[in-house]
């Protein structure tokens, strides 16, 4: 039957094609959905981000004019917080005289975006109270000062601790501490917690003033006076401690605005702006825009369409050289070559292993045909010969000839069956029964029964195995596995020698080891001494014995058991060979 050829798909450039400018053309229409959807989002975040900006540098120039009597260094500061937030800052008089600024000649516009004045905050930028607790004034304490009012706040909390009363202190810019009780603590005047408003003899002059002045202000209203103490919470005459009344606390602020008047810097107005005024413009869906985008979405599906072509060509010609390397004859293996680095460029590796390994597996199907023609033709040649012999007359047929032939035919059926159990192994065919047995009287077995050969050949064999070690396998392919490493042990071992059988228990492996102390391995030859047909004397001598499966059939049935078999050798010291097999 002839093969059909199957001509190769032409569409595959094309859906790629296809598909490249589909997703090409949902990713601009993506974008643009996006542009428009998400503008109002940026919009809204870009305020955001202003009213920051605004409120960082509104608090720094508020710190600033609290600490200082005028403007005159405060360009410095300007500057920083201009290149800090990415924004054009500009401070001007209220008659709008520039003080300082990041730019020049920039047009200020009609609304300014606050007033900064320490005595006056924004409520809007700011929620730290009508005054800025950084403008203290007169009420700065000296080093003696703090520490007394520490003191006098410990020794108040350790007795509010002993009332079972919660209470935080803070400490104000000037320096004095401030507590904060919990709800539990009014009405309660234990432990002189109202003592810690007392004013300190640097105080009283500063203070006495503030008073003056909030008392003349509640007097032109027509209310009675009030005592403000140092922390500038009030009592209103002939009442106990009262802050919420509207009136005293304006009283109170406006006092205390008269006296830091002279402690801080004078009012200015602030314009925090962008440094280009153009930007807002982007996020215009104009007519302009809209065509700036169709022409963007033009150019990116042209930019898709010819990637696309470039990219599917490259990756369509190592396709094309796969296919043309798979339709040759099977018996001839052609590579590909491999010019990229990504799945097609794998895929061409793959593609060359495979070919390799299906030269190996030829060459080993050539070399074991003519190793089991080798192997069957010696014995088989031995017992046409004799029987010929003895049917021309030219020796006796007596035991000692049917002996002969008997041990021919013994060793025939040994490369069978070896053979056998090969080809079972390799088609996973092998039908283990596994059951508990003793290691030590299994050895035992393996040794009895080698027991005489060893004798005949001068060789010491013995066992080294704890009573009790107790292994999961299958009784009788074990004792094939190690059958096999004794009797090729003691193969070659020379006269004198000694083969040791050794078992152990490693981490729930169990290890056997059969060390013979005969010339060893070269280095070289170890990664084949598990090959089948393979032997260390290259003629292929039988003067040694065995069929050259013994080490293949190991390795085959400890794999089958879920082992591994291994094989470590010193030359003129003897070779160890490990079987390892796992009990969970």
């Known amino acids: 039957m002839g093969r059909v050829r199957i001509r190769p798909h032409p569409g595959l450039f094309t859906r790629l094609l296809t598909t ?39 608090d720094a120039l508020i710190a600033y004019a609290a600490t200082h009597t005028d403007w005159g260094g405060v360009q410095d500061l300007v500057g920083g917080l201009a290149a800090r937030t990415g924004r054009a800052i500009t401070v001007t008089t209220p008659d709008r ?4 600024g990041s730019e020049e000649g920039v047009r200020l516009p009609y609304r300014p975006t606050a007033l900064v004045d320490p005595l006056r905050m924004d409520p809007v930028l700011s929620d730290a109270g009508p005054i800025d607790q950084r403008a203290v004034g007169p009420f700065l304490l000296s080093a003696e000062d703090r520490e007394e009012l520490r003191r006098r706040a410990d020794r108040i909390a350790r007795c509010l601790r002993g009332e079972d009363v919660t209470v935080r202190f803070t400490t104000l810019p000037s320096g004095r501490p401030t507590m904060r009780p919990d709800p539990g603590l009014n009405g309660r005047l234990v432990c002189d917690a109202l003592g810690l408003r007392k004013p300190l003899r640097s105080e009283g002059p500063p203070l ?14 027509g209310r009675d006076g009030l005592m403000v103490w140092a922390d500038f919470s009030w009592t209103l005459h002939g009442k106990g401690p009262e802050n919420s009344d509207r009136a ?25 702006g962008d440094h280009d005024s153009r930007t807002a413009s982007a996020f215009r869906l104009s007519t302009a825009n809209t065509l700036r985008i169709a022409g963007a979405a033009g150019l990116v599906v042209a930019v898709a369409a010819a990637l696309t072509a470039l990219v599917g060509g490259r990756l369509v010609r190592p396709l094309r050289a796969l296919i043309s390397a798979a339709e040759h004859p099977a018996n001839v293996a052609v590579r590909v070559p491999v010019t990229t680095r990504d799945e097609i460029g794998r895929l061409s590796a793959a593609f060359n292993d495979l070919a390799d390994r299906r030269e190996s ?10 190793d089991v023609a080798h192997e069957l033709r010696t014995p088989l040649t031995n017992m046409r010969g004799w029987l010929e012999a003895g049917q021309d007359g030219l020796t006796p047929v007596d035991q000692d000839l049917v002996a002969l032939l008997l041990e021919e035919a013994v060793l025939l059926q040994h490369i069978i069956d070896d053979l056998r159990d090969l080809a079972a192994a390799d088609a996973h065919g092998l039908v283990l029964h596994r059951e508990p047995l003793y290691v030590q009287d299994l050895l035992e077995q393996v040794v009895a029964g080698h027991r005489g050969t060893a004798g005949s050949a001068g060789v010491t064999l013995r066992i080294e195995v704890a009573a009790d070690l107790v292994a999961d396998a299958d009784r009788v392919r074990l004792r ?50 598990f090959d089948r047909f393979w032997r260390a004397d290259r003629s292929r001598s039988r003067h040694t014995g065995g069929s050259g499966l013994g080490l293949a059939i190991v390795r085959k049935l400890t794999e089958a058991h879920g082992g591994s078999v291994c094989a470590a050798s010193t030359l003129g010291a003897g070779s160890v060979f490990t079987v390892r097999l796992p009990q969970t």
């Open 361 to 370: 597996l030829e060459r080993q199907r050539k070399s074991l045909v003519s």
């Open 20 to 58: 490249s400018l589909l997703v090409a053309v949902c990713a601009v229409a993506a974008t643009a959905w996006l542009t428009v959807a998400g503008t109002t989002g940026a919009i809204h975040d870009q305020q955001g981000r202003s009213l920051d900006d605004d409120t960082r540098v509104y």
């Open 97 to 100: 005289t520039r003080v300082a």
């Open 248 to 272: 005293a606390r304006d009283c109170v602020s406006e006092a205390r605005r008269k006296q830091l008047s002279a402690y801080v810097s004078p009012p200015v107005l602030l314009f925090v």
């Open 208 to 221: 006495d003033q503030v008073n003056e002045l909030a008392t003349e202000c509640m007097r032109q209203q």
């Open 480 to 529: 094939q596995v190690i059958g096999n490493l004794v009797s090729n042990a003691i193969r070659h071992t020379p006269g004198g020698g000694r083969v040791v059988v050794r078992a152990r228990e490693e981490g729930g492996v169990l290890v056997v080891e059969v060390a013979d102390s005969g010339d060893g391995i070269e280095p070289a030859d170890l990664e084949h001494v």
